[in-house]
């Protein structure tokens, strides 16, 4: 089989390469793209390919070599410039990142996916006018575009505008009723609304769809914590830890569960743990802490 395999002609190695990457086998499909370039040079396709499976792969730097080689071939691919973004997003620099969607959107200014991933980029880097133009902008193009509408609803959760968080967290999930985030989503805008049942259903609905997601075991946590059910609070904010043990907001939620509770040595050790994820908690947990201590002192 092997010895078959060495033997493949490029428009066998093509396909075999093509059928594993829609198949999800990046590995393989890098593997068989790269012998494909070893015999047939330049080939903006195969390189554009390759660069997608080192995306998938998360070998982001391999991916922008890839992005890069495709434009050599052809400035005006806006479909490179697009997934240079995406990797440069990944890596965490979301101002590269719109340097490269922006490029994208020059060459092809109809295109709903590049207005969506600027609009996260400009989100991250807190420009939520651009962000929302961006993301409106790309539900104009594409009204079906399930992803922007939800993009959308984070944005303005962030804002804490909450009645337009929820309007568009409906209409992504009128679009796609079977997205566990959004679900998720649409039950912390309810919480943070007080609207305790709603946001319990929609809790309830994410961890149907998919029971490893401990954002939304963490959103019912809190649920029962705002309603004084305490055990029901610790029950389903463990099931988060334990899917996730990097979850800082479960770690903050538990140790507030444990405060109420009077075990304020449990909370100070929760609540060391969600600053250690994220050190931004340290100033916001900084009175809840000296509290507990004072209490354990006394």
């Not at 965490?92 to 609009?119: M, S, T, W």
């Not at 009128?174 to 805008?189: G, R």
């Not at 463990?238 to 538990?254: M, T």
């Not at 109420?260 to 802490?289: C, F, G, H, P, V």
Request: net charge negative; charged share 25%; aromatic share 14%.
């Amino acid at each position: 089989m092997a010895a078959e395999e060495d033997n493949l002609g490029p428009e066998e190695l093509y396909v075999t390469a093509y059928s594993a990457y829609t198949a999800n086998d990046y590995l393989m499909a890098v593997e068989y793209f790269t012998r494909y370039l070893e015999v047939v040079k330049n080939d903006l396709e195969t390189y554009y390919n390759r660069g997608r499976s080192y995306l998938e792969l998360k070998r982001y730097d391999e991916a922008l070599a890839d992005f890069d080689k495709a434009i050599e071939i052809n400035p005006m691919d806006n479909l490179s410039f697009n997934n240079k973004g995406l990797a440069f997003l990944n890596l965490g620099d979301p101002v590269k990142a719109i340097e490269n969607f922006n490029k994208a959107i020059e060459i092809e200014p109809y295109f709903p996916e590049c207005y969506c991933n600027r609009g996260v980029a400009n989100a991250q880097l807190g420009n939520f006018e651009e962000a929302i133009y961006d993301q409106t902008r790309a539900t104009e193009l594409d009204r079906s575009y399930f992803k922007a509408f939800n993009n959308l609803g984070n944005i303005y959760a962030r804002q804490g505008n909450l009645e337009q968080a929820l309007k568009n967290y409906q209409a992504a999930l009128k679009l796609n009723p079977y997205s566990p985030e959004t679900h998720s989503n649409l039950s912390y805008t309810y919480y943070a609304m007080k609207k305790y049942d709603e946001a319990a259903q929609e809790c309830e609905i994410a961890i149907s769809m998919f029971p490893q997601f401990a954002d939304a075991y963490t959103n019912l946590a809190l649920v029962k914590y705002d309603l004084g059910d305490f055990n029901a609070a610790f029950k389903n904010f463990n099931k988060a830890i334990e899917l996730n043990p990097n979850h800082d907001e479960a770690y903050y939620g538990r140790g507030l569960t444990y405060f109420k509770t009077e075990q304020y040595k449990a909370a100070l050790a929760d609540w060391e743990k969600s600053i250690n994820i994220n050190r931004s908690r340290k100033s916001e947990l900084k009175e809840l802490m000296d509290s507990a201590k004072k209490k354990l002192n006394s």
